[in-house]
């Protein structure tokens, strides 16, 4: 069984101190495709055959801020991890559990969401010799830490002097996040190890051609936006949420292309504020990097501001039919998704008594989460709309208004503005919602 891989071929030379040290704490943050990630648990799994080869039994512990996301990312980052040291037949991986044993040891990967840190407190996982929370800046704050450390480290594997604790995490662009302010204190600590690093860390050629003309897409269209994600620069808020000038005009859809699947999203508002649905298509013909283009189609907008008669649920069932009709039909397609907010009920339970129309709850993110979302698409140069009468005289504006609260910049959770947003709001739904169709799930 191999206790060592040639650094020389695996590793960049950048990580080469992150690799070696013996402090307790490791914070490696930066810019994404950095293969910090890689390189963490490439270590991980490297540290626990080092302990199987003399048959111990030891257990590491991976964390991620919520349960969801653990198979799609670290579960899979360590299964990686364990077939590029060419020991997969050493292991086997149980789905349902999330755990990724050491067939002759019984030795484990353990995957624990953090949603509720307290649940963790009672945890009885024995003989640990690493812990790792992959996507830091994503934990509720640093009390997330606070509480669940302690419980592991006290379950310390007798084979090592040490838990080490290792965070990885790209650093949110408001300065005032909690993960900026926490890295900063711990800088100057001796007990921690602060390692910054960027694609262009990579050395050894590990980013392949379609990822670097990907990121010179966003350093085009976008280079605040690139120095951000691409850097790990914490470049700020600004005022304005969208550089609009990211939103491409279409007068009409180009013969050589058509609308491949269609979508619907809605916010809704009743008597007190406004209702906006967003009819929206991926192209058949995707960018230059491959990747698919979202079109606004149309938009039905309804306000009650000003007006003596409020439209009821009823009244605004039809409408919205008739929007959704007079689309699909133009386009020959019927909806992949009708996508509506969560908090919404009465018009959702209305349109599925008038029509059997089934509208999908959104599953929200943090606000500042669903607009990276957006920004992401809008800087790689992959939305469009149609000059229609509301895009043009609806959705484009409320995008153009769309503000940060300053009174609110200075602080780890920033509000925008709640004015004339419906359609803002109605956006974000969408693109959280359709996140694999859009390949922007990271």
């Known amino acids: 069984m191999p206790t060592q891989i040639k650094l020389k071929e695996q590793v960049n030379p950048h990580f080469y101190k992150l690799w070696r040290t013996q402090k307790p704490y490791?914070?490696?943050?930066?810019?994404?495709?950095?293969?910090?990630?890689?390189?963490?648990?490439?270590?991980?799994?490297?540290?626990?055959?080092?302990?199987?080869?003399?048959?111990?039994?030891?257990?590491?512990?991976?964390?991620?801020?919520?349960?969801?996301?653990?198979?799609?990312?670290?579960?899979?980052?360590?299964?990686?991890?364990?077939?590029?040291?060419?020991?997969?037949?050493?292991?086997?991986?149980?789905?349902?559990?999330l755990r990724i044993t050491h067939i002759a040891t019984g030795s484990a990967f353990y995957f624990y969401g953090v949603d509720s840190p307290l649940k963790l407190k009672s945890n009885t996982v024995p003989g640990i010799i690493d812990l790792w929370f992959e996507e830091s800046g994503n934990m509720k704050g640093p009390e997330v830490f606070d509480q669940t450390i302690p419980t592991f480290i006290r379950n310390k594997s007798p084979y090592v002097s040490q838990v080490q604790v290792w965070y990885s995490y790209n650093p949110p662009r408001n300065p005032y996040d909690w993960v900026n302010e926490w890295v900063t204190q711990r800088e100057n600590d001796p007990d921690y190890l602060v390692d910054t690093s960027t694609y262009l860390d990579d050395k050894l050629g590990f980013t392949t051609e379609q990822q670097l003309r990907l990121i010179e897409t966003y350093k085009n269209n976008d280079p605040d936006y690139y120095r951000w994600l691409y850097l790990g620069e914490v470049i700020g808020l600004g005022t304005n949420v969208y550089n609009t000038d990211l939103f491409n005009r279409l007068e009409e859809i180009p013969d050589d292309d058509h609308v491949g699947s269609l979508y619907f999203s809605a916010d809704t508002g009743h008597a007190a504020s406004a209702t906006a649905v967003g009819a929206y298509g991926l192209l058949s013909k995707r960018d230059k990097n491959g990747k698919p283009r979202l079109v606004l189609l149309d938009t039905y907008y309804y306000s009650p501001q000003g007006k003596a008669h409020k439209k009821s649920p009823s009244e605004l069932s039809k409408d919205i039919w008739e929007f959704i009709q007079q689309i699909e039909s133009k386009y020959d397609l019927k909806a992949w998704k009708y996508i509506m907010d969560s908090a919404e009920a009465a018009l959702r339970n209305q349109m599925m008594n008038d029509y059997g129309l089934k509208w999908t709850p959104v599953k929200k993110l943090k606000k500042s989460h669903m607009i990276e979302y957006v920004q992401s698409l809008l800087a790689q140069g992959r939305f469009y709309y149609l000059a229609t009468e509301n895009n043009m005289g609806i959705f484009i504006p409320q995008h153009e208004q769309y503000q940060w609260d300053e009174k609110t910049l200075e602080s780890e959770d920033p509000k925008v503005i709640k004015e004339f947003d419906h359609t803002n709001d109605e956006f974000q739904y969408l693109v959280v919602s359709i996140l694999r169709e859009l390949q922007l799930k990271y």
């Open 26 to 97: 490791i914070i490696a943050k930066g810019g994404r495709g950095s293969f910090k990630s890689s390189v963490i648990s490439m270590r991980l799994v490297l540290n626990m055959l080092q302990q199987v080869q003399y048959g111990r039994k030891v257990n590491i512990v991976c964390i991620r801020e919520n349960a969801v996301n653990l198979r799609d990312s670290v579960f899979e980052q360590i299964l990686w991890a364990i077939d590029k040291l060419g020991v997969a037949n050493k292991f086997k991986a149980s789905n349902g559990l």
